[in-house]
């Protein structure tokens, strides 16, 4: 399995961007769909989470804000960022775990300017 992770870059304060995460290989469908961030200095966290069965998780930070969802076809996963702040600025991953494996993308930088 591999996952390509894009969509980032540089945005003003109150803007939006889209992240997408489109995977290779057979076990897309089967897996549990995660984007984390790592902003610099800083722990890579949790965002947001989507599930086989679309149901979605966020971190507090980012609830209200952000919206994660799957085209399962495309086997792609997206994660639509709103009303960016500076403290979003961070390198953006995609993570697939299924059973037995637990897979992750290169990373996209989200830059949020004030």
């Known amino acids: 399995v591999q996952l390509q992770a894009s969509g980032g870059g540089l945005v003003q304060a109150g803007g939006s961007l889209r992240l997408s995460c489109v995977a290779t290989g057979n076990f897309f469908t089967s897996g549990t769909t995660n984007w984390f961030r790592q902003a610099p200095g800083k722990q890579r966290e949790f965002v947001a989470r989507?599930?086989?069965?679309?149901?979605?998780v966020y971190a507090d930070s980012v609830k209200g804000r952000f919206s994660i969802s799957r085209d399962s076809a495309r086997k792609t996963v997206y994660l639509q960022m709103d009303s960016l702040t500076p403290e979003d600025t961070a390198v953006y991953y995609c993570?697939?775990?299924?059973?037995?494996?637990?897979?992750w993308g290169q990373g996209t930088l989200v830059t949020v300017s004030s």
């Open positions: 989507i599930t086989t069965a679309s149901r979605s």
């Open positions: 993570n697939l775990q299924v059973l037995g494996g637990d897979y």
